[in-house]
């Protein structure tokens, strides 16, 4: 009577090498990503990075920026986070500068020193200063739609609210006709003037380049 062949039985050793080796992976991977090589920044530790800086922010009010005299040049927008924005603008052709900060609060007689640990009823706003040369008041409106998601702000609240604040009758107007052309995702964008504008923090400045 022939006999079947039986099937080779994986040791119990083979088991130990491939879990063994798949340790070695991944410490590798872990210790490449925190301990990059020679050659290339290592990664701040955004938490220990916010605690030190935010130790100064009882002790430096924000400051209440003074109006801007070439109104055509600045553009005061809100969405989100203003980390994201500042980041998306300070990449694009044509943008001088950019300053995130408090403004378009709905209650500035409660809330005169606004700061980012007491920011009820300010939005986290951003100031562009743009090249008019190269882009228009209406090409830094057609970048806010691109870079974001306008949200209902029954959800998002006045912190996070999708608005842009004018400066100026013809900024409203450019806004307004803007807002109206992009359909239901205008209706989720609030057009206002533009209120007391309080520069942010100095660790909420350029955020996303730190890291």
């Known amino acids: 009577m022939v006999q079947k062949k039986q099937r080779p039985v994986l040791r119990f050793s083979v088991f130990i090498n491939a879990f063994i080796l798949a340790c070695v992976c991944s410490i590798g991977v872990v210790d490449s990503f925190m301990f990059p090589a020679k050659g290339y920044p290592k990664m701040q530790d955004p938490t220990i990075l916010y605690a030190t800086e935010k130790q100064q922010e009882t002790k430096t009010p924000c400051p209440l920026l003074p109006p801007v005299e070439n109104v055509e040049e600045y553009a005061d927008l809100r969405w989100g986070d203003f980390g994201g924005p500042q980041r998306d603008f300070d990449r694009t052709e044509g943008i001088i500068d950019t300053v995130v900060g ?110």
């Open 102 to 211: 408090y403004s378009g609060s709905i209650d500035p007689i409660n809330n005169p020193n606004p700061t980012y640990q007491s920011i009820k009823g300010y939005a986290e706003s951003i100031r562009i200063r743009f090249d008019r040369t190269k882009v228009t008041y209406s090409d830094v409106l057609d970048m806010f739609f691109a870079f974001h998601t306008p949200t209902n702000p029954r959800f998002s609240g006045s912190q996070y609210r999708s608005a842009i604040f004018c400066l100026s009758p013809d900024q409203h107007q450019a806004a307004e006709e803007t807002v109206k052309a992009r359909g239901a995702l205008g209706k989720f964008i609030a057009v206002e003037d533009s209120s007391d504008f309080y520069r942010g923090e100095e660790y909420h400045q350029k955020y996303m380049e730190k890291f």
